[in-house]
């Protein structure tokens, strides 16, 4: 069966996370110690025993979530025998594009966690807090063209921008506080629940153009290689395996739009994919495969017996 690796982004995080992986298996502690030593930080302990709003921020979540998910891929390959060979794809949410090039062997665990720790200082670095919002439209009648006609009416009095379509029913806008207010404002006119979100900055959009200047310095001197494993980017929606062309992805994801329904669309449709497998911590992900490809098998890798579970298939 053809499988797709999934890896979750920012949101997924809680104070707990990873901690029954690291009891479990020695490769799952031994991932978060790089990660540790990497980062320059006890982030696992900041993991295991938070306080919450100290995990949350960008620069600790962003690579807490990597580490999360790689320790769960090792323990998979180190305890059971499954490497990521076995899938057809792997895919990441925003961060989680780091995590799936780390499991295919494109960067290695040190560099995508100095990665992930300046992406999300500069991300935060990037616009004044209070300046920036994001909001997620909801409910039935959403789907692309209407957040699309709510970000234009806000595009009126500022930077709108669709910045993550996730799934028919959940599409997020990102951009100025007041341009963000009108396109609510617009959604809601078109039949959408709207939920402002709260973020520390305005992700996926132009204003975001900072800190993807500093993450295209970052990612120059990074080493990348072929992944073992197409990668599925979040910015083109398709397989992408040529090193410099991943880098300059990941670069434009900074500013660019999430879009997640179309990659999921892709693998379940011309990729053949039949099996999503999130793994990392929480469901957002595979909740979201149930939506967009229902008619394939949709599982979440977190914790100790769920990845028992997946070996024995």
């Given at each position: 069966m053809n499988t797709a690796f999934l890896f979750p982004g920012q949101g997924s995080q809680a104070v707990g996370m990873g901690a029954a992986l690291a009891d479990a298996f020695p490769a799952a502690r031994e991932v978060f110690a790089e990660v540790d030593d990497a980062v320059g930080q006890a982030l696992s302990r900041?993991?295991?025993?938070?306080?919450?709003?100290?995990?949350?921020l960008t620069e600790n979540a962003q690579p807490a979530l990597m580490a999360?998910?790689?320790?769960a891929m090792r323990a998979l390959k180190v305890e059971f025998g499954?490497?990521?060979t076995r899938a057809a794809f792997v895919a990441g949410?925003?961060?989680?594009?780091?995590s799936a090039l780390c499991a295919a062997g494109a960067l290695s665990l040190a560099d995508a966690a100095r990665l992930l720790k300046l992406r999300g200082q500069a991300m935060q670095r990037a616009v004044p807090v209070?300046?920036?919002?994001?909001?997620?439209?909801?409910g039935p009648k959403t789907d692309l063209a209407l957040a699309e006609a709510a970000a234009a009416a806000g595009a009126e009095v500022?930077?709108?921008v669709v910045a993550n379509d996730n799934n028919a029913g959940n599409v997020v806008i990102s951009g100025d506080k007041a341009a963000v207010d009108r396109a609510i404002e617009r959604a809601k006119e078109l039949g959408a629940r709207a939920i402002p979100l709260n973020v520390s900055a305005p992700f996926h959009c132009p204003l975001m153009a900072p800190a993807a200047e500093e993450m295209a310095d970052a990612l120059a001197g990074a080493t990348l290689h072929a992944p073992a494993v197409p990668v599925v980017a979040n910015v083109t929606a398709?397989?992408?395996s040529d090193p410099e062309v991943l880098r300059r992805l990941l670069v434009d994801q900074i500013t660019g739009r999430v879009r997640w329904r179309e990659s999921m669309e892709w693998m379940a449709g011309e990729g053949a994919a039949a099996r999503f497998v999130e793994i990392g911590a929480g469901k957002v992900l595979s909740g979201m495969a149930r939506r967009i490809a229902p008619d394939g098998e949709s599982l979440s890798l977190n914790a100790p017996e769920d990845l028992e579970a997946f070996a024995r298939l």
């Open positions: 900041l993991m295991r025993e938070g306080p919450e709003d100290q995990l949350t999360v998910s790689m320790a499954v490497d990521v949410h925003s961060l989680g594009e780091y209070g300046r920036g919002a994001m909001a997620s439209l909801i500022g930077v709108c398709r397989p992408e």
